[in-house]
């Protein structure tokens, strides 16, 4: 049996709806959600889902990219707790080197398939 399971797809899915839904509930009923505010909870998830695929990669030996997950997800946190410029610019400087790994790498992979296919 050889089945595939996209998981990442569905992680992301995932992370993006309870994301979606905390803005929304930030919007439509207060600003807080047992005293957070929603905003940085909407970040956090996204975050966490960084941090979950990481996971998901590192347990399918691709280390390079729960690395690159790992970083980027640190960087999203950073910045939804960051309270200067500083720590935000951090954040973002770590958001950009995970995910550019991330894009660079899954195009990469797409090309060779690609090439292998024909």
Known sequence: MDETVDVQATTIGVGTVVAIALLGYGAAVGDSLLGADT?????????????????????????????????????????????????????????AVGGGYVAVATIRARDDARTLAQ
């Open 39 to 95: 905003t940085t909870l909407a970040v956090g998830a996204f975050a966490l889902t960084f941090v979950a695929l990481a996971v998901l990669h590192g347990a399918y030996g691709r280390r390079d990219f729960a690395a690159a997950y790992g970083v980027a997800g640190l960087g999203l946190g950073l910045v939804a707790v960051a309270s200067s410029g500083l720590g935000v610019l951090g954040g973002y400087l770590l958001l």
